[in-house]
């Protein structure tokens, strides 16, 4: 039985799923925005019915007993159809609005010169060791071997020879 692992997506795939990410994210947002203004002008007509429903009956009957049936009837229409329009077109502005630009691929971009730059900078520092003019000689050898068991033993002996005091707790 073999285990299937799981790896990171690498290279050109991995730049391209973050770009299609971010288009995702972006789309999501544009239509965030029309189903918002959608919602709008259905509120507004809505809206429209619900005065319709709840307060055109006692409203005409007020306005009727104050004023007369005529001008009921041109207040109640005259009010609902601009409560319509005010919603309307706040509902229909909301889509006319300019939507977000689109997202530029800047973090791949990035991410690409990275991934360009390491193996770049990984092979000029073997041709260095591949060369013969960038290899120390023996007594460099020696001094840096030497210089690396001191800084051990420094860093063994700080941590060994010196132990904390006990700390006392006063009463």
């Known amino acids: ?5 799981e790896r990171k997506p ?3 795939s991995a730049l391209l799923r973050s770009y299609a990410a971010d ?3 972006w789309a999501v947002q544009l239509a965030a925005g029309y189903g918002i203004a959608a919602a709008l002008l259905l509120g507004g007509i809505l809206a429209i019915f619900g005065a319709i429903a ?8 007020f306005i009727a007993l104050n004023y007369g049936t005529e001008i009921a009837f041109a207040v109640l229409g005259g009010g609902l159809l601009l409560i319509g329009v005010i919603l309307l077109l706040a ?3 909301m889509t006319r609005r300019r939507p977000a630009p689109l997202p530029r691929p800047h973090e791949q971009f990035r991410a690409a010169r990275q991934m360009l730059v390491g193996p770049t ?3 000029a520092v073997a041709a260095l060791v591949r060369n013969d003019a960038a290899k120390p000689d ?3 050898q020696i001094l840096i071997g030497t210089a690396a068991i001191l800084a051990v033993g420094w860093i063994v002996a700080t941590h060994l020879g010196s132990s904390p005091p006990a700390s006392q707790v006063r009463r």
């Open 10 to 12: 690498r290279g050109l």
């Open 138 to 140: 023996a007594t460099t």
């Open 54 to 61: 709840v307060g055109a009956i006692a409203l005409f009957h």
């Open 91 to 93: 509902g229909w502005t």
């Open 23 to 25: 288009l995702k994210g």
């Open 1 to 5: 039985m073999t285990a299937s692992v």
């Open 121 to 123: 900078i990984s092979r």
